[in-house]
């Protein structure tokens, strides 16, 4: 039987690598999707776990998945859809006080006001001024990074048009920009705000994921990263997609499918096929090889280059390089399957609260602290614990009268100073439901089922390289022309015809699809093919109807 041709292989078919078949297969390619689990998604995915319970088991709000993606493949005509949350935050305190952000800003103004009117004075400006810096960085998301270091005159047209960017920003905005780059999530907080409570609400979203604490710097930009998406076109906002995450990914691949690509699941990728610094395909764990001239890689840069790839096929300085990138992961998740709904000191009886993301870290001191035990090998004593319950949303996700609850938990680091994870799994979850109790004293009595995702089960189950759910650390000297290594940030890879197209490239990590929007645009440029008309229209977008 003569051997099927394909023009691009994609590795690994998480929702940027799907992303990227999509589009190229809008524009004429054939495509292979090799995904080494029973089912597409990588973290963005929807799972039984238990009878009856569809579990979003790893990534669980849907807000950065960029317009511009869902409009042009046609996402919603293949299910996608999103509830936006409100309200969007619950805050609990141990003095029994609680806090509430919604999408009514003028209720959010009288909730801010409890806590300070300083507060609640200042906040629309504060709300504005982080709209002008997400409308300048989010133009770059779904934007090719200039060469670093330039090397020709092009390469310094590239920089000139990204100043042409900065335009519109006047001195103060331009400083403010600079800052929210560097500085840290607690003091770009704390020229707004005077509020403890109002402070750690918003800090909350500096420290997702990040291997840091609410004082590194750094962690103000984490912050803006997480509000700079939307749901239906209202910036800022996180919605439960329904269906689960899952149904992201399955729309993606059913936009795909309708354009010819071929998806096979169970099919773990062993190797890259590379003759003289030249991708020519890949070799399918058990011996297979599948030939195609490009290959993009879904997978996160170390294991890429440091698995995939035979050392011997990369130059010495770019794989020391890659073995430098950071990518230590601080995240644990945990999914419950519930009979109820947990019952707040603070408030309690079933409400608003439980449609909401609903915190327990009741100050920034709280959270540097839990930042304390993980920098040194601990699980936080004391975690920041972000609470969600899709089923308030989609009830389709749980039998009748039950419930899903997700937590999310920083910090809990991969590298261990004592112990192992698969020790600890089960006692630290102990742990954090005796924390939760301690605001909600009905939770164990309504626990039906209990997963445990430690940042090693992140790893083994996810293909995460020590449990970071943004395949490497977003740091300054990891974002944008650094990522992930200094003139490498374009796609490209020092292996001719070999593509990075997952969170590991700009413009990191989250359910955006950006790094596979942005790959398949490189793909297509090195093919001569243009993404583009003259007049700045995508060539992908479905015809006007």
């Known amino acids: 039987m003569p051997e099927k041709k394909f023009d691009v292989i994609i590795v690994g078919g998480g929702h940027n690598g799907l992303v990227t078949a999509a589009y190229l297969a809008r524009a004429g390619k054939k495509v292979l999707v090799l995904e080494r689990r029973e089912l597409v998604g990588g973290c963005s995915v929807t799972e039984e776990i238990w009878p009856g319970f569809r579990v979003s088991t790893a990534a669980y709000l849907s807000s950065l998945l960029q317009e511009r993606i869902v ?25 029994g006080r609680h806090f509430f952000m919604w999408q009514d800003p003028h209720k959010t103004l009288e909730e801010i006001a409890k806590f300070s009117t300083h507060d609640a004075e200042v906040y629309p400006a504060y709300e504005e001024h982080l709209e002008q810096l997400a409308q300048v960085v989010e133009g770059l998301l779904l934007t090719t990074p200039p060469e670093f270091p330039p090397r020709n005159v092009i390469d310094f047209l590239d920089y000139l048009k990204l100043a042409g960017r900065m335009r519109k920003l006047n001195r103060k905005q331009m400083v403010s920009l600079i800052k929210v780059f560097t500085q840290s999530a607690a003091d770009f907080l704390d020229e707004w705000f005077e509020s403890p409570e109002i402070k750690v609400t918003l800090a909350t979203d500096g420290v997702i994921g990040a291997n840091g604490g609410p004082r590194s710097p750094g962690t103000a930009y984490i912050l803006l990263h997480h509000c700079m998406g ?40 062993e190797r890259l096929l590379v003759r003289g610094s030249v991708v020519k395909g890949v070799v399918i764990e058990g011996g297979e090889e599948v030939h195609a001239p490009v290959v993009a890689s879904n997978l996160d840069p170390h294991v890429t280059f440091l698995r995939l790839v035979d050392p011997k096929d990369l130059d010495t300085e770019f794989l020391e390089s890659i073995k430098r990138f950071r990518i230590e992961g601080t995240s644990l998740k945990m999914n419950l399957a519930l009979t109820g709904l947990p019952d707040f000191r603070a408030l309690s009886g079933a409400g608003p609260q439980h449609r909401a993301t609903m915190h327990i870290c009741p100050s920034i001191a709280y959270v540097e602290r839990a930042w304390d035990d993980a920098k040194y090998g601990r699980p936080s004593a004391h975690p920041l614990l972000e609470l969600t319950i899709p089923t308030m949303y989609d009830p389709s996700l749980a039998p009748p009268g039950r419930h ?13 100073l ?117 007049r700045g229209a995508s060539l992908w977008s479905s015809p006007a109807k």
């Open 404 to 416: 899903i609850m997700g937590i999310f938990l920083q910090y809990a680091p991969y590298t261990l």
């Open 71 to 95: 409009r042009e493949l046609e996402l919603e005509r293949f299910g996608y859809s999103v509830d936006a949350k409100d309200p969007a935050f619950f805050s609990a305190f141990p003095d």
């Open 230 to 269: 939307g749901v239906d076109g209202k910036r800022g906002l996180w919605g439960f997609v329904r269906g689960g995450m899952g149904a992201i990914s399955q729309a993606i691949a059913a936009s795909a499918r309708s354009h010819g690509v071929e998806i096979r699941v169970n099919v773990p990728v």
């Open 418 to 534: 004592e112990n192992d994870w698969d020790t600890l799994r089960e006692p630290y979850a102990d742990h954090v439901m005796s924390l939760i109790e301690e605001y909600a004293p009905n939770i164990r009595s309504i626990v039906q089922a209990r997963q445990v995702l430690t940042p090693l089960d992140l790893e083994r189950r996810f293909g995460l390289t020590s449990g970071n759910i943004f395949h490497g650390e977003m740091s300054l000297d990891q974002m944008f022309v650094m990522r992930p290594v200094a003139g490498w940030a374009r796609y490209r890879t020092p292996i001719r015809g070999l593509y990075l197209c997952g969170s590991g490239a700009h413009p990191g990590g989250g359910v955006m699809g950006a790094p596979g929007y942005n790959a398949a645009k490189a793909i297509l440029k090195d093919a001569g093919m243009p993404s583009h008309n003259g």
